[in-house]
């Protein structure tokens, strides 16, 4: 199993912004592809953003929603997948969660809210 945590989540107006991070082991850095997902009330679960494992180079991938918005990241001192959100809208908002791509059915944590006033 693939312990992640997650946090940085909020109430913000708007045009805000955000930071989230997730916590895990260097090793599941290393060897998985991560990614950010979301799930709004009543919808299906959303892939948000990836990032490539550090032996595959750490390349980004977004979903179309949030490109030129959002930014997935790696920070290695800290051992942490970070997503960088600017210019948040109403629609952004939803439980966002970390895991792998694909994801690991059993590593699906309890998320963190983000909730976007308008």
């Known amino acids: 199993q693939v312990q992640l945590v997650e946090s940085g989540g909020g109430l913000v107006q708007a045009g805000g912004s955000l930071r989230l991070s997730c916590a895990a082991s260097?090793?599941?850095?290393?060897?998985?592809?991560m990614a950010w997902y979301r799930q709004a009330p009543g919808k299906q679960r959303e892939l948000v953003a990836v990032?490539?494992?550090?032996?595959?180079?750490?390349?980004?991938n977004y979903g179309d929603f949030v490109k030129g918005r959002f930014v997935i990241s790696r920070d290695r001192a800290k051992n942490t997948i970070d997503l960088q959100m600017n210019s948040l809208k109403p629609e952004d908002t939803a439980v966002y969660y970390c895991?792998?791509?694909?994801?690991?059915?059993?590593?699906w944590g309890q998320g963190t809210q983000v909730t976007v006033s308008s």
């Open positions: 895991n792998t791509r694909p994801p690991r059915r059993d590593s």
């Open positions: 990032i490539t494992s550090i032996t595959s180079g750490g390349s980004t």
């Open positions: 260097e090793s599941v850095f290393s060897i998985n592809n």
